[in-house]
C-alpha cells in the first residue's frame, strides 16, 4: 500500500470513527430502547467489580437470554468498532494507547450516565466496554496482518 492509499484509508477510518461516536451517544443517551425512557427516579449504580456479571449469570434462567447477552456480550460488541476504528484512523497505535483509550471512553460514558440519571453506571460495564475496544484492536491488527500479506504477495508476483 503507497502512502497515498494508507492516507485514504486513515481518513476513511476518521469518517467511521466519527459516525461510531455519533451512534454510541444516540444509543447511549437518545434511544428509548433497552429501557432508556428518560430520567429514573430511582438511580442504581454498581460499584462492585463482577457483581453484577456474577448477577447475570446467576439469575440466568429468571432474566432470560436476550437481557443476558444484550448486558455481557453487548457491552464488550459496542467498544469493538472503537478499538478497531480509532486504529485505524491513527497512524501511532498501540495495545496499551487502545486500551487506554478504550477504559477512557467508558469511564466518560458510565460518568455520563451517573450525571444524567440515564442508564446506570456500573464498573462491571466499564470493565466489559474496555475489553471490546482491546478486541477490536485485536480484530484491526489481525486485519492488518492480513492486508500487508496480501500487498507482499502481490508484489512477489511482479
Not at 1 to 19: E, S
Not at 76 to 100: C, E, K, N, Q, Y
Not at 141 to 150: D, E, K, Q, T
Request: charged share 25%.
Amino acid at each position: 500500500m503507497n502512502k497515498k492509499q494508507a492516507k485514504r484509508v486513515r481518513i476513511l477510518g476518521k469518517i467511521l470513527f466519527i459516525l461510531y461516536i455519533g451512534f454510541l451517544i444516540y444509543f447511549l443517551f437518545l434511544s428509548d430502547w433497552y429501557g432508556r425512557e428518560g430520567v429514573m427516579d430511582e438511580y442504581r449504580y454498581n460499584l462492585e467489580l463482577f457483581k453484577e456479571i456474577k448477577r447475570f449469570i446467576t439469575y440466568r434462567e429468571e432474566l432470560g437470554a436476550f437481557a443476558v447477552f444484550s448486558n455481557l456480550v453487548g457491552n464488550i460488541l459496542i467498544f469493538v468498532p472503537f478499538g478497531f476504528f480509532i486504529s485505524m484512523a491513527s497512524r501511532s497505535r498501540g495495545f496499551f494507547r487502545t486500551l487506554f483509550y478504550s477504559l477512557l471512553l467508558s469511564l466518560g460514558v458510565e460518568v455520563m450516565q451517573l450525571v444524567t440519571r440515564v442508564g446506570s453506571f456500573d464498573v462491571d460495564d466499564i470493565l466489559l466496554n474496555t475489553l471490546g475496544g482491546v478486541l477490536g484492536y485485536i480484530l484491526f491488527m489481525i486485519c492488518n496482518a492480513i492486508r500487508r500479506r496480501h500487498y507482499a504477495r502481490k508484489r512477489k508476483k511482479r
